[in-house]
């Protein structure tokens, strides 16, 4: 849910997926889309396209995701994850996964 730059760059950096002394080399466009992205981030388009609704949206795609059915599908996904909130505490964070992570 990224009404704000920041709050997408800081929610990857919080969740552990890359440190902060790395994020200029980590933050690039390649390594952020589908589907051969090391991070596919948004990948319905986050705000701009159709996720406004409070990150509902986003929720959809994690799960279309996880069963391989989105509209820019991302190979192998067997977890997605959703973070959403207002670029500080409380921040919500829903992982979705396939049969194969349980």
């Excluded at 920041?6 to 889309?33: A, R, T, W, Y």
């Excluded at 409070?54 to 820019?72: C, D, F, K, W």
Aim: aromatic fraction near 6%; glycine fraction near 12%.
């Amino acid at each position: 849910y990224e009404n704000f730059t920041g709050g997408v760059l800081m929610s990857i950096v919080e969740h552990g997926f890359c440190e902060p002394d790395g994020c200029n080399e980590f933050f690039v466009k390649d390594n952020l889309i589908a589907p051969g992205g090391k991070l596919p981030t948004n990948t319905s388009g986050g705000n701009l396209a159709e996720c406004y609704m409070h990150g509902l949206g986003l929720n959809i795609e994690a799960v279309r995701q996880v069963r391989g059915a989105s509209t820019s599908q991302v190979p192998d996904v067997d977890v997605s994850m959703v973070i959403s909130g207002p670029m500080v505490t409380p921040v919500s964070c829903c992982i979705f996964g396939s049969e194969a992570t349980l």
